[in-house]
C-alpha cells in the first residue's frame, strides 16, 4: 500500500542543539565539513530590543512535487511512488548541480567529488543509500531517521504524512491538506503572535 | 543568520564555466544564422566576401559549440557520463538534456556547412583569412581529398537548404540555454520565462553576427555592402538586447532574494561589471554601424585601415564581450529566494 512519509518539525520546541544534524551526519557516515543532509539554521527577526530568534531544522523535504526530480538530466533524482521518499541515485548522477539551484531549501550537498548527496529519510545508510531499498512501510525493521530518534526537545518527528498529521494544529492540516506544496516554513499567525504548535510539515 | 528573519540558501552552484558554456552555445547558434544570412545575400552573383563572412560564421559556429560542448564537460562532476549523453542523459523534461541534443545537433550541422562552404565547389576560390582552413589542410596535404569530399556529400541547392533549414531549428534553439534559467523558480532573477530566454536567443544572434563580422574585417579586408547591413543588425540585436536586459530586470520585484540581486548588481560588488556591459552594449550599438558605413565607402587612406577598421572591429567585438557579461552577471548575481522562519 503507497504512504507518503515525511518529516514535522515544530519550531517552538526545537532549542538549536544541532543534536539533530550530528545525529545524521553519525548515522550516514558523512564527516563534518560543507555537506549537511540536516542542518540548524538559525533565524532573528527585529532590532534590539525588540528581537524575535528561532532555530530551523531543514533537510530535504521529500517535496510532492520534487522541484530536482524534474530539472535532473540524469533521472537520477526520484520520487518513489511507494512512500513518497525522494532518493538519489549516485551512480547515474552526472555532478551538474542543477538540482542545487532546483531546491528551494538547500537540501541538495556537493561531495569532493562534486555528486549530489541528501536526506533520504533513512532508507538505509550512507550516501546514495535506499534507492532500491522496500518501502519504508514495508521494511521488516526501519530505520527511525535518526534526526528524530536524537531530537532532545521532540521537536522533529518522522513518520506516514497521516500519522504526522495528528501532531500538527488544525490551522497547519488545513494548510498542508490545501495546498500541493509542501509546507517547510508557515507564517505566524500575526505580528506578535506566539507560535505555539505552529507546524512544518513536510511531505 | 539575519535580521530579517530569513534562512538564505548557499547558492553558487555554477559559476565561470557555465557563462562561458551559456555564452558560446547561443553564439554558435547566432553564427550559424550568420552564415546562412550571408550565403544567402550573396549567392546570387557569387561576391567573394559575403562567401568570405559565410565561411567564417560557420567556423565560428563550430568552434563555439565546441567550447560550449568543453566548458560544460569541464564542470560536471563525471565528463564522461556527459560525453556518454545518449545513455546517461535519459530526462527530457530537463532542459539540460534538450539542451544538450541541441548543442551537439547544431555543431554537427554547422560542422557540415563549414565542411561545404571551405572545400569543395564553394571554398575552391577561396583566398584571404577565410581560407585558413585550405591553407591548414594544404600544409597537411589533404586538400584535394577534402574538396573531393566535399562535392561528393554536399548536395544540390535544393537539398543544401533543407539541411540548412534543419540547422535553422538548432541555431534557434539555443534559446535553451534561458529556459535552463529560467525554470528554476528558486532564482527571481533568472525566474522570468519569457524575457531571459528572448534576451539569450537575440543577443545570442547578435553575437555570432558580431564575431562572425569582425573576422571577416580583421581578416579579408571586407567592405562589401553586407557589411552595413550585418553591422546594422549587430546594432539592432545589441539595442534589443539592452531593453530585454532592462525589462528583466524591472520585472525582478522586490522580493528579498531579488532585492539581494539587484544590490549585487546596482552598486555592488558586480557593479563594475555591469557598467563595463552597459558601455559596451553602447558603443557597439552606436559605433558600429556608422563606422561600418565609412569603412564600406572608405577610399584608400591610411585613415581608413588604421583607425576606422580597427575600430570597427573593435566596437563589433565590445558588443561580443557585452553579451558575455550578461550571462556573467546573471550567474554570479543569482541569489536563491531565502527560507522565511517568521
Not at chain 1, 544541532?18 to 560543507?34: F, L, M, P
Not at chain 2, 573531393?148 to 541547392?157: H, I, K, L, M, V
Not at chain 2, 550585418?230 to 545589441?238: E, K
Not at chain 2, 555591469?274 to 558600429?288: D, P
Request: charged share 15%; hydrophobic share 45%; glycine share 12%.
Amino acid at each position: 500500500m503507497s504512504q507518503e512519509w515525511g518529516f514535522y518539525f515544530d519550531a517552538s520546541r526545537c532549542i538549536g542543539c544541532h543534536a539533530c544534524s550530528i545525529a545524521c551526519k553519525n548515522r550516514h557516515g558523512v564527516e563534518s565539513g560543507k555537506v549537511d543532509w540536516r542542518r540548524v539554521e538559525r533565524a532573528q527577526k527585529g532590532e534590539f530590543p525588540d528581537v524575535q530568534e528561532r532555530n530551523f531544522s531543514v533537510s530535504c523535504m521529500h517535496c510532492k512535487d520534487a522541484p530536482c526530480e524534474k530539472v535532473c538530466p540524469a533521472d537520477a533524482i526520484k520520487k518513489r511512488d511507494s512512500d513518497g521518499i525522494v532518493v538519489v541515485d549516485r551512480e547515474a548522477c552526472i555532478g551538474c548541480h542543477y538540482c542545487g539551484w532546483a531546491c528551494p531549501y538547500g537540501a541538495p550537498q556537493y561531495d569532493e567529488k562534486g555528486l549530489m548527496q541528501k536526506c533520504n529519510l533513512c532508507l538505509d545508510k550512507g550516501p546514495g543509500s535506499g534507492v532500491d531499498a522496500p518501502p519504508k512501510q514495508e521494511q521488516e525493521d526501519p530505520l527511525t531517521p535518526a534526526c528524530a530518534d536524537e531530537c532532545v526537545g521532540d521537536a522533529l518527528h518522522a513518520g506516514p504524512i497521516e500519522d504526522l498529521l495528528d501532531m500538527a494544529s488544525e490551522d497547519a492540516q488545513n494548510r498542508f491538506l490545501q495546498d500541493d506544496q509542501c509546507h517547510v516554513i508557515v507564517e505566524s499567525a500575526g505580528e506578535g503572535s506566539e507560535t505555539g504548535n505552529e507546524t512544518e510539515t513536510a511531505d | 543568520m539575519s535580521a530579517s528573519g530569513y534562512v538564505w540558501l548557499e547558492g553558487g552552484h555554477w559559476g565561470l564555466l557555465t557563462a562561458v558554456y551559456l555564452f558560446f552555445a547561443t553564439l554558435g547558434g547566432g553564427a550559424y544564422l550568420a552564415g546562412l544570412v550571408a550565403y544567402a545575400l550573396g549567392r546570387d552573383d557569387r561576391r567573394s566576401e559575403p562567401m568570405a563572412l559565410a565561411r567564417w560564421a560557420f567556423l565560428t559556429a563550430v568552434v563555439a559549440t565546441g567550447i560550449a560542448g568543453i566548458a560544460i564537460l569541464a564542470h560536471l562532476a563525471r565528463p564522461l557520463s556527459g560525453l556518454l549523453f545518449p545513455l546517461t542523459l535519459t530526462e527530457f523534461g530537463s532542459w539540460i538534456t534538450r539542451g544538450t541534443w541541441i548543442l551537439v545537433t547544431l555543431g554537427a550541422l554547422a560542422g557540415l556547412q563549414a565542411f561545404w562552404f571551405h572545400f569543395g565547389r564553394l571554398g575552391r576560390g577561396a583566398e584571404g583569412g577565410s581560407a585558413v582552413l585550405r591553407k591548414l589542410a594544404a600544409v597537411v596535404g589533404v586538400e584535394g581529398l577534402l574538396d573531393g569530399a566535399a562535392d561528393a556529400t554536399r548536395p544540390g541547392e535544393t537539398g543544401f537548404w533543407i539541411v540548412a533549414v534543419l540547422g535553422l531549428l538548432p541555431a534557434l534553439g539555443t534559446v535553451y540555454t534561458g529556459f535552463e534559467l529560467a525554470v528554476v523558480e528558486t532564482v527571481p532573477l533568472w525566474n522570468h520565462p519569457t524575457l531571459l530566454p528572448a534576451l539569450f536567443v537575440v543577443s545570442g544572434v547578435a553575437s555570432g553576427f558580431a564575431l562572425a563580422l569582425a573576422l571577416t574585417i580583421a581578416f579579408d579586408d571586407a567592405t562589401d555592402r553586407l557589411v552595413v547591413g550585418f553591422a546594422s543588425a549587430v546594432s539592432l540585436g545589441l539595442l534589443l538586447t539592452g531593453g530585454l536586459l532592462w525589462a528583466l530586470l524591472n520585472a525582478l520585484g522586490d522580493g528579498p532574494a531579488a532585492s539581494e540581486s539587484m544590490a549585487q548588481l546596482d552598486g555592488g560588488s558586480l557593479s563594475a561589471v555591469v557598467t563595463l556591459l552597459a558601455a559596451g552594449i553602447v558603443v557597439s550599438v552606436v559605433a558600429s554601424p556608422i563606422l561600418a558605413w565609412l569603412w564600406h565607402a572608405r577610399d584608400e587612406t591610411t585613415v581608413a585601415r588604421w583607425v576606422v577598421r580597427p575600430g570597427l572591429v573593435a566596437s563589433l567585438l565590445f558588443g561580443v564581450v557585452a553579451i558575455f557579461l550578461i550571462r556573467y552577471v546573471l550567474l554570479i548575481g543569482a541569489v536563491q529566494s531565502p527560507n522565511v522562519v517568521f
